[in-house]
């Protein structure tokens, strides 16, 4: 969202014939960005013909330049603001951050990550998270939840912004965007998809200018083919609008030259055309780069418009939007039917969720605490009426917990060093245990203090945390315990464990280690941060039952995994507010691990492909490209490819129990005759209604075999027949339940497979396609721990 580079650009689009701002000449072999226009009416099909009628009245009544504002943001209390009109009882709307609380406010929880929630590989859980999450925005009287996050999507390890999504697994990600947009929307709140699209790295995401306001160089482009788009980058975003997500944000990267907030066929194409999208694309904060060409390119809210803060430093409250859109349709360049649109579309959502009735008002804390747009930067009035300081959290705190430890992922546990067994003598290492020394608001990669969450627009203002060291002494307490601390990661990684004043044969030795990510960098480093592959070897010299916790931003490089006396590794990612109480629950068995995996931890770090562009070195303009190159082949799709090893693959999680599998069966939807393409039917949000239609159902029996009760994730990879275009992953994720199962326990779990499931993206039908031939459906517990496999021949 916020950029430290926002910068006012240069002139407003001036012809009335439309112009894509895109250089041909430098897109090599992805060409470019076929022109979609014009920009299509919402229709309100799938549901939203109710609403979209409201929205439509509403829209008569409005005036040119109530219409105008309607489209512009303005500074105000919440992150981005649209100015109420009381004159027909609009109170405005209300935009905050972010995807895993809700930032500028007190009194709110801060849960667990995008990638914990995908750890945890929990539905239930995820929707759960959502619900919660979205009980706070509402009850601070927030309109729009900034989240949702499925671009970056993850193609590169390293990029910066990662853990605020899900997974470089389209089809889990699909379903945690899915289960979190229908979660936050039940509240009566609308929830914003982002940052769409092919947004996978934060390096060079804005454009740079010289002190003079010259532009010295465009943002990244990120060129790719059709293909690789439908079938990774948007695949998420389709479950998104299938789910009736009420907003779009568009990203700051361009797409094959042209900026996303710009680019027609990403915006009226892909996303309204065939998606069948019903509300309202932003822009992200200063992504917008033009006016009428991104209006007529499909963008319908700029944001945050009037620039606040921004607006000072360069001088200005001015907007590509707002006067100049009024100007426009004055003039005659831009069709008011255009602009209609954009504030139906705004107006749909509102009206479908009920926004209209009884909201609650926004809680003036926000504006005390918003460092975007203080107070100083407002032009217009706010009445804050709302109660003040509103206490949001209610009891989520125990979601908070519960979906910590079902995302904590168990890699490794030998000699059977967990669950801890009552240890007498216990030492902690590292500062990622222990409290921080500034405060609570992470938003620096400070050296102690133990990491809940990331930094940046998709951080959470924490208004406790429970760490590790607390919780731990806490449960040791009960043993009649001993237990040291050392975190000092400089000193544990250049002294003799030994010399120190210390047991000599302590019971267990608890490492915890740390990885900082933020929005506006991409990772340097896949290690863990301060030493932590030396303090890891320091301690493990010294003690033959070393247990290493990481709370991470995600992939890893753990080159100790091996290490004799490294006897259990726990990735504890980013578990917010509860973070000590879920990992002292995990570590004295009072909870099973029951995470997965979300991605590959490889072998080496060198084995990672599609890293970020960096360092260019240029004075073309255009310099910046990112060709996708990899296509399809990110993550577990390029190892299992290239046919490499992996430390830990993608799925992969211990238990403290067994589990078992059998019974595999396949079971057409019916009898008839499958099409290798859905019939043609009239769009709704999601697509083609055919592509979510179940055409089989796989089953298969799960038992826990193990001496206590657990939950594991049966999970299901599809291998399409050979005649599918050359490219195609070996296998890949279509299918996947959490299972809670007493000791003994058995349960059948069954996986719908969707058209859309079982096709590729033909790029000359443009269409989901069916091949022929025999399919394999692949079921285990993890991408490369394949238990049990069937065929199949669909058409
Ligand atoms: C119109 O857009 C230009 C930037 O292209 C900006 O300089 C100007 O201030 C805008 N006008 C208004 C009224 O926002
Ligand atoms: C397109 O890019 C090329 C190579 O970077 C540059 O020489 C040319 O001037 C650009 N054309 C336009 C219209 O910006
Ligand atoms: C990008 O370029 C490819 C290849 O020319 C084209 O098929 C695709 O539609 C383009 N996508 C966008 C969003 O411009
Ligand atoms: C949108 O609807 C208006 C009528 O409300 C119509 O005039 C306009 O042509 C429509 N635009 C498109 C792209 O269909
Ligand atoms: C911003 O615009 C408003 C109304 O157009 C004006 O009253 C105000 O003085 C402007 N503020 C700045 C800082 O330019
Ligand atoms: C119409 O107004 C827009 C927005 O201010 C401006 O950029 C454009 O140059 C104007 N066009 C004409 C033909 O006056
Ligand atoms: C805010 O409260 C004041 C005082 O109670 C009242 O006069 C005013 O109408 C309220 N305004 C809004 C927008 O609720
Ligand atoms: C940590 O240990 C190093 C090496 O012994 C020492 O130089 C540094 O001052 C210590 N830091 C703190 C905060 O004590
Ligand atoms: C493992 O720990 C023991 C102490 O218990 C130590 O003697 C041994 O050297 C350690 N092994 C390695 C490879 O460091
Ligand atoms: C670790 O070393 C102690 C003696 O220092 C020994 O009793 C214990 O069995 C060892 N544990 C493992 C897991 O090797
Ligand atoms: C960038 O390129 C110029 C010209 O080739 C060269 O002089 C300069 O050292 C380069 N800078 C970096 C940081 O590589
Ligand atoms: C399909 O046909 C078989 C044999 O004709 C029949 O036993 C089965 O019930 C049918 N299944 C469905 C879903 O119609």
Not at 514 to 531: F, P, V
Request: with cysteine; charged share 15%.
């Amino acid at each position: 969202m916020f950029s430290s580079v926002l910068r006012l650009a240069t002139l407003f689009a001036t012809a009335s014939a439309i112009v894509e701002p895109l250089n041909t000449t430098i897109l090599g072999p992805y060409g470019s960005v076929p022109p979609v226009y014009p920009s299509p009416n919402a229709t309100g099909a799938g549901g939203w013909e109710d609403a979209l009628a409201k929205a439509k009245a509403f829209v008569t009544e409005l005036t040119l330049e109530e219409k105008s504002g309607m489209v512009t943001g303005i500074p105000g209390p919440c992150v981005g603001n649209i100015i109420a009109i009381p004159r027909l009882g609009f109170g405005g709307l209300c935009l905050q951050d972010g995807p895993l609380a809700i930032r500028i406010v007190d009194y709110a929880s801060v849960f667990p990550a995008g990638v914990s929630a995908a750890a945890s590989f929990d539905r239930q859980l995820i929707y759960e998270r959502g619900v919660a999450m979205g009980a706070e925005f509402r009850g601070k009287g927030a309109h729009i939840a900034l989240g949702p996050v499925a671009g970056p999507l993850g193609r590169s390890a390293y990029a910066g912004r990662n853990w605020e999504g899900f997974s470089p697994d389209p089809y889990l990600t699909g379903v945690a965007m899915e289960e979190t947009i229908l979660g936050l929307q039940s509240n009566g709140l609308q929830s914003c998809a982002k940052h769409w699209v092919a947004y996978e790295q934060e390096t060079q995401r804005n454009p740079t200018y010289d002190t003079s306001g010259n532009l010295l160089q465009e943002s990244v482009s990120s060129n790719l083919d059709d293909r690789t788009m439908h079938e990774l980058y948007m695949w998420p975003f389709a479950n998104a609008v299938r789910a009736g997500v009420s907003s779009i944000m568009c990203s700051y990267n361009r797409i094959n030259g042209s900026y996303a907030c710009e680019n027609s066929k990403a915006l009226n194409g892909l996303m309204k055309e065939e998606l069948g999208f019903q509300g309202y694309v932003m822009s992200d904060w200063g992504g917008t780069h033009s006016g009428l060409s991104s209006i007529e390119g499909g963008l319908d809210m700029n944001m945050p418009g009037g620039l606040g803060l921004y607006g000072l430093i360069f001088g200005a409250n001015s907007s590509y939007f707002g006067g100049n859109v009024t100007t426009a349709v004055n003039n005659g360049t831009l069709d008011v039917t255009r602009l209609d649109d954009m504030v139906t579309r705004i107006m749909t959502p509102y009206y479908y969720l009920g926004q209209d009735r009884d909201y609650p008002l926004i809680d003036p804390s926000t504006a005390d605490l918003n460092t975007f747009s203080p107070r100083s930067t407002w032009f217009t009035d706010f009445v804050l009426n709302g109660t003040r300081d509103v206490d949001v959290r209610a009891d989520h705190a125990a979601i908070i917990r519960e979906m910590g430890a079902a995302s904590t992922v168990l890699l490794k546990n030998v000699n059977n060093a967990l669950p801890l067994k009552s240890p007498k003598s216990i030492i902690v290492f590292g500062n990622d245990a222990s409290e921080d020394t500034e405060g609570y608001y992470n938003q620096a990669d400070f050296e102690f203090g133990t990491l809940s969450v990331g930094g940046g627009s998709g951080t959470g203002r924490l208004t406790y945390l429970v760490t590790p060291l607390e919780a731990i002494k806490a449960k040791a307490q009960a043993d009649g315990a001993l237990v040291q601390q050392f975190l000092n990661n400089t000193l544990i990684a250049t002294t003799n464990i030994s010399t120190l004043t210390i047991p000599q044969s302590p019971d267990v030795c608890l490492v915890f280690l740390k990885t900082w990510a933020e929005e506006g960098a991409d990772r340097t480093s896949l290690d863990t941060d301060w030493y932590g592959n030396e303090v890891v070897e320091s301690v493990a010299s010294y003690c033959n039952n070393t247990v290493v916790v990481t709370h991470s931003s995600g992939i890893n490089n753990l080159p100790w995994a091996d290490h004799e006396n490294v006897t259990a590794i726990i990735a504890a990612h980013y578990p917010g507010q509860e973070s000590g109480n879920v990992i002292a629950d995990i570590l004295y068995g009072v909870s099973n691990p029951s995470g997965k995996l979300p991605y590959t931890i490889a072998l080496e770090i060198d084995d990672y492909n599609a890293p970020p562009i960096t360092a260019v070195n240029s004075t073309d303009p255009y310099a910046w490209q990112a060709y996708f190159d990899e296509k399809l082949e990110i993550d577990y799709r390029y190892f299992d490819a290239q046919n490499m090893s992996v430390r830990y693959e993608f799925g992969f999680g211990l238990s403290y129990t067994n589990f078992s599998l059998s019974g595999l069966t396949v079971a057409k939807s019916d009898n008839s005759t499958v099409s290798s393409v859905a019939a043609a039917q009239d769009t709704v949000p999601g697509g083609n209604p055919g592509l979510w239609e179940t055409l089989y159902t796989v089953s298969v029996g799960v038992a826990n075999t193990g001496a206590v009760s657990g939950a594991t994730v049966p999970q299901l990879y599809i291998t399409l027949p050979s005649s599918a275009p050359a490219g195609t992953p070996p296998k890949q994720l279509r299918g996947f339940e959490k299972v809670n199962l007493a000791v003994g326990g058995a349960q059948t779990v069954e996986f719908p497979l969707m058209r859309r499931d079982l096709s590729y993206w033909d790029i000359v039908a443009q269409d989901w396609v069916i091949p022929s031939g025999e399919f394999t459906v692949s079921v285990g517990f993890s991408s490369r721990d394949i238990k049990l496999t069937e065929s199949m021949t669909v058409l």
